[in-house]
């Protein structure tokens, strides 16, 4: 698994944790489960902020300085690249701007274009959000040994990406 130069940011010390456990958890839920592209560069995340006249909040900025886009263990966590970010969307606001999607079961990471923060939709559900405590939700959960076998995880993840279609 490709891990990107990790910046010394703010972030530094959840990025590392993730990158580790990413690798340590490869022989159980394979080589692809998680990746992470190289980072962009400030002048990068400036120039799309300007063309699209949005700022992206400072933690998402440091985590795009790390991982331009990545995913972490399969369907728990996918990070877009800012070309892929995703606007007018009918199930969100038309001023969020999805910039990933969490925990496998349908919640959006998103970008309000009003304010600049980040918040979480959770079907009609928006919450403001913390990057950081994601980054640390993401690594409770990645520690966390779950009850059900590898089997049972992908069953029950086909089962809601089956229900999330219709």
């Known amino acids: 698994m490709y891990i990107p130069k990790i910046p ?22 394979g080589e692809d489960s998680s990746w992470f ?38 369907n728990l ?33 998103c970008i309000s274009k009003s304010d600049n923060k980040l918040v979480v939709v959770d079907n009609d559900n928006i919450e403001d959000a913390d990057f950081r405590e994601i980054l640390k939700d993401i690594i409770r959960i990645i520690e966390d040994k779950s009850g059900l076998s590898i089997q049972m995880q992908e069953l029950l993840m086909k089962m809601v990406n089956e229900s999330k279609e219709k």
């Open 8 to 29: 010394n940011n703010s972030l530094t010390k959840e990025i590392k944790r993730i990158t580790e456990l990413c690798e340590s958890k490869i022989n159980e839920y």
């Open 37 to 74: 592209e190289s980072g962009l560069s400030e002048a990068d995340i400036h120039n799309w902020e300007s063309s699209n006249n949005i700022s992206i909040p400072t933690l998402y900025k440091e985590w795009l300085l790390f991982s331009e886009e990545s995913q972490i263990r399969n």
């Open 77 to 109: 966590a996918r990070f877009y690249k800012p070309d892929d970010f995703l606007s007018n969307i009918n199930r969100i606001p038309n001023d969020l701007i999805i910039v990933g999607e969490l925990m496998g079961d349908g919640e959006l990471l």
